[in-house]
């Protein structure tokens, strides 16, 4: 007779691995979160009258919008939102297993002397928003850059930090931050997943 | 993730449609970048392009050389008068010469049909065809395609035509495959004389005259009589050509109040077209030189990812 030795060992005092899926936020958490961005972005600037909202591509831009949305419902009055795709500025192309698909980058105003906030779902490495700030400095010269993202999981590679956080998450560089937006996947929600999918 | 897995760009009759669309995708988002203050963007730094031309061109070579400044490669060109070929050697040996000097892309244009096909099998590096011949003209097809699908939304279930030298023109072969490929229904015409036989072969339909095609078409697209491949052997004179194959005025009222007009350039004006219909309100031919800046760059940015991805495959098997 065989028996099934299949199981895991887990030390002391150490979580359970997330096999499955750990979730962190969910629709009411992530619509907090960015109600509570939307509130910290006027009260750092003192308004909405410099500022512009650039969201990058693939779920950024919804989330910029969405903050758009929040705001407007705050103090009243509405912020230019732009798209980015980071793709063309990235350092780590020649690495990528497969050659990205570009899409369009849309930002139609002028940045010039505006406060530009950064909108990314995941901050990891930092890579794509150091390519977001070289393709923003294309396009003009902003008063002040500032970064808002839904997560941020660590593990940065380079000098970034953001200055709005909808939640600290601590993770294992094998763990996956997957963000899933109404928009793209249907619903709200953000799960870490062991290993699968892509590094975000 | 895209569908391109190419390392040349050698005609449209081997691509399928996805293909096609891939390039037309990447085109539109890349054309945004030329509307910027700088027009520039990092991605292809430190490749280096070359454009080896073999006939005379300024919209082509121009078009493929501001496309590689916007991605950031470097280029050069070359051009067969003041080259080493005016010496003598051949179109290998000038290649493997340039193959020496370790280039990412060569953008070859040349007189004879198949000359990229053959340097693209013996040399390492991308191979863009930039016309050979009258064989094929790529990327003039993909950014007529562009231009179409940009101003009617879509390629698909329209009528195109392609009126003129159809027997010596690579712009006609290549169009012909990207249209039908796209979904077109695609008429040639033009004096007897120069329409080849078996032009059918392609999925092209051949019309009896300008007349009976125009009110069937959605689009046009007149072709260039080019008098240096003549020899003034297929029609008389420019003026007999003018008055019975031009396409004026009066002859586009034969079309329907939206039909479009495209050429590939460059124009002789009074021959194959009238000033006044190439500078009227339903020509596009200056949309598709800018359009042209957009396909090539999309070329260029394609062909690098497939190529990448090739010598990375090739590290992997020479380890293994």
């Known amino acids: ?200 | 993730m895209t569908v391109w897995s190419r390392k040349d760009l050698l005609g449209i009759e081997e691509l399928d449609a996805a293909e096609v669309l891939t390039i037309l995708d990447t085109a539109a988002t890349m054309k945004e970048i030329s509307t910027r203050e700088i027009k520039k963007v990092p991605v292809l730094r430190g490749k280096t392009v070359v454009n080896l031309f073999f006939e005379s061109s300024t919209r082509t070579r121009v078009s493929f050389e501001i496309a590689e400044k916007r991605l950031s490669a470097d280029s050069v060109n070359v051009s067969a008068s003041g080259s080493s070929v005016s010496k003598g050697e051949t179109l290998l040996d000038t290649a493997r010469n340039l193959e020496a000097m370790r280039p990412d892309i060569i953008v070859l244009r040349h007189p004879s049909p198949g000359t990229p096909q053959l340097l693209a099998r013996r040399l390492p590096c991308s191979v863009i065809n930039a016309g050979d011949g009258a064989h094929e003209h790529p990327t003039q097809a993909l950014l007529d395609a562009f231009t179409i699908r940009e101003r009617l939304g879509r390629v698909e279930g329209l009528t195109v035509g392609i009126f003129g030298d159809i027997a010596h023109s690579r712009v006609a072969r290549s169009n012909i495959h990207a249209l039908r490929k796209l979904g077109a229904r695609v008429l040639v015409g033009g004096p007897p004389t120069m329409i080849p036989p078996g032009i059918e072969g392609l999925g092209a339909e051949v019309a009896p005259g300008l007349e009976e095609m125009l009110p069937l078409l959605d689009v046009l697209i007149v072709l260039r009589i080019q008098l240096e491949r003549q020899g003034g052997l297929l029609f008389p004179s420019a003026r007999e050509y003018a008055t019975l194959f031009g396409l004026g005025r009066e002859r586009l009222c034969l079309g329907r109040p939206g039909l479009l007009v495209m050429h590939p350039g460059p124009i002789n004006r009074g021959l194959e077209i009238a000033p006044e219909v190439a500078d009227g309100t339903r020509s596009l031919i200056l949309d598709q030189v800018t359009n042209g800046v957009a396909v090539r760059m999309a070329v260029l940015y394609l062909l690098t990812g497939a190529h990448r991805g090739a010598t990375a495959a090739d590290a992997v098997r020479g380890a293994a």
Do not use: C
């Open chain 1, 1 to 200: 007779m065989r028996v099934n030795w299949d199981f895991k060992l887990i030390p002391r005092g150490e979580k359970a691995p997330v096999n499955a899926k750990a979730e962190i936020l969910d629709e009411t958490g992530v619509r907090r979160a960015l109600v509570r961005i939307a509130h910290e972005i006027l009260e750092k600037n003192q308004g909405l009258s410099e500022v512009v909202l650039v969201g990058l591509r693939s779920r950024g831009d919804h989330l910029a919008r969405r903050l758009a949305g929040f705001l407007h419902e705050i103090e009243g009055s509405s912020v230019p939102v732009g798209v980015m795709d980071v793709t063309l500025y990235r350092d780590d192309l020649a690495h990528a297993k497969h050659w990205p698909q570009v899409q369009r980058t849309e930002i139609p105003f002028s940045i010039e002397g505006r406060i530009v906030v950064l909108v990314d779902d995941v901050l990891f490495t930092g890579r794509s928003v150091r390519a977001a700030l070289d393709s923003l400095m294309d396009f003009g010269r902003p008063r002040a850059i500032q970064l808002a993202v839904l997560i941020d999981r660590g593990h940065r590679e380079l000098p970034i930090r953001a200055d709005f956080v909808g939640k600290n998450v601590p993770t294992a560089r094998r763990e996956s931050v997957q963000v899933s937006l109404r928009e793209t996947d249907g619903n709200d929600g953000v799960v870490i997943a062991e290993g699968a999918g892509a590094g975000r």
